[in-house]
């Protein structure tokens, strides 16, 4: 709110909830890719894993929007083949 202040002592900054939930999704997509490659969470190739899937989602949707009038195939099926075969490819890295 405009003209409000906190309290003195009190740590501020736009956005600090958004990236603690940011924080904490993004944890809870490593562990999901870490126990779908069958490695730890805490591993490298879970976090890797992770940002390869969210970058891949990423770009599929950015091509809809970008060139809607492209015969895409069904969305659902895309994002499923897409993820299923990064994943086959993650576990037979591991």
């Known amino acids: 709110m405009a003209g409000t202040r906190a309290p003195a002592g009190t740590r501020t900054s736009a956005g600090t909830a958004a990236s603690a ?8 997509r490593t562990s999901a890719a ?17 940002q390869l899937i969210w970058q891949q ?27 299923d075969r990064l994943l086959a490819g993650a576990r037979s890295a591991t």
């Open 57 to 83: 989602l990423h770009g599929i949707v950015s091509l809809r929007i970008s060139r809607p009038r492209f015969p895409w195939p069904p969305l659902a099926e895309t994002v499923t083949e897409a993820v």
């Open 21 to 28: 939930g940011a924080a904490a999704s993004a944890g809870t």
């Open 34 to 50: 870490g126990a779908c490659i069958g490695v730890d969470p805490e591993d490298q190739r879970a976090s890797f894993t992770a």
